[in-house]
């Protein structure tokens, strides 16, 4: 199928000071700061990016600053926790390189056979490095300050915590055609079957746990990849057809957005591949001056 949902295509959080945010996934992490403009429905902040070396879909980490702002909660309605992919024998390098830097983190766990290293952003977003066998449409940046053997390989994927998993599990599973792959505990797994290594979801279920607030250090939204815009007008119909209330596509120049929010809380996008983040920078450029929206 030409048009299913390949995976994540980028996740959209909010951080506080813009500097600490780039020290840490540019300096520490070592991934390319691929764009700084504006948040086009607030232009008076900015919107970094972050990827691989060309921001492919399935590496992007967006951010938008907001210095001074209080700190979000964690709670169910939210994506919880961000997995970036690692190389299987690059652990040892990671829990050095975060001891090297103060960076506090947890692990190595093991979990559906993997192992994770746990650990939060300035801003306290819960992060995560699994060691990922199935990487395949990333390409390290030669520039970065991590060795290519050990370098994030992009998302991993995405956990989201809900209150009851049912009509979530049902978007993804059934309408989005992710493949449920186990359990663990509260946790359900499902993988977009797909050439994309950023594929994974994790349902958590906490029927207890108290609903999140979005402020700093929190996801603010995730956005599903499609290839073009002609299916992505397909998918706009089919959930709007399911009664969730969709946006019209929206040129984000980049790509192109449609937004809805899931029955369990979470603002979800559907997003085209392309045209990507060379349209108004030269590649060898990327990230290295202001660019604002071309309105």
């Known amino acids: 199928m030409t048009n299913q949902i390949a995976g994540v295509h980028h996740i959209t959080a909010i951080s506080g000071d813009p500097q600490p ?11 390319r700061f691929i764009k700084q403009t504006v948040n086009q429905d607030d232009p008076f902040t900015y919107h970094l990016y ?5 921001g492919r879909p399935g590496s992007v980490m967006t951010f938008f600053p907001w210095p001074g702002a209080r700190r979000g909660k964690r ?23 975060f001891a090297e830097h103060a960076i506090d983190f947890s692990g190595p766990t093991k979990r559906f056979d993997e192992t ?9 977003l819960e992060l995560e490095l699994v060691t990922n066998p199935d990487i395949r449409d990333f390409v ?36 989005f055609g992710f493949q449920f792959i186990g359990s663990e505990g509260s946790r359900h797994r499902f993988k977009a079957d797909s050439n994309s290594s950023a594929a994974t979801v994790d349902l958590v279920e906490l029927p207890d746990a108290p609903f999140g607030q979005v402020a700093v250090g929190s996801v603010h939204h995730i956005a599903w990849r499609v290839p ?10 089919k959930i709007a057809g399911l009664g969730f209330q ?3 596509i929206i040129d984000r120049f980049y790509f192109q957005s449609i937004y809805f929010r899931e029955r369990g809380g979470v603002l979800f996008e559907i997003a ?18 202001l660019v604002l929206p071309p309105w």
């Open 21 to 31: 945010n780039i020290d840490f996934y540019s300096g520490v992490l070592g991934m």
């Open 140 to 175: 390290v940046w030669e520039h970065s300050i991590i060795p290519g053997e050990y370098a994030i390989r992009g998302f991993y994927g995405a956990t989201i915590t809900l209150k009851k998993k049912p009509a979530t599990e049902n978007l993804i599973g059934d309408v």
């Open 228 to 237: 073009d815009v002609e299916g992505q007008e397909k998918w706009r119909q």
């Open 50 to 54: 972050y990827g691989d070396s060309l």
């Open 272 to 289: 085209t591949d392309g045209p990507g983040f060379a349209v108004d920078e030269p590649e060898d450029q990327l990230g290295n001056k």
């Open 75 to 97: 709670g169910v309605g939210q994506v919880t926790a961000v997995p970036f992919s690692i190389p299987e024998d690059a652990v040892d390098y990671w829990m050095e390189r």
């Open 116 to 124: 994770v290293l746990s650990l939060r952003d300035p801003d306290g």
């Open 246 to 248: 969709v946006t019209p």
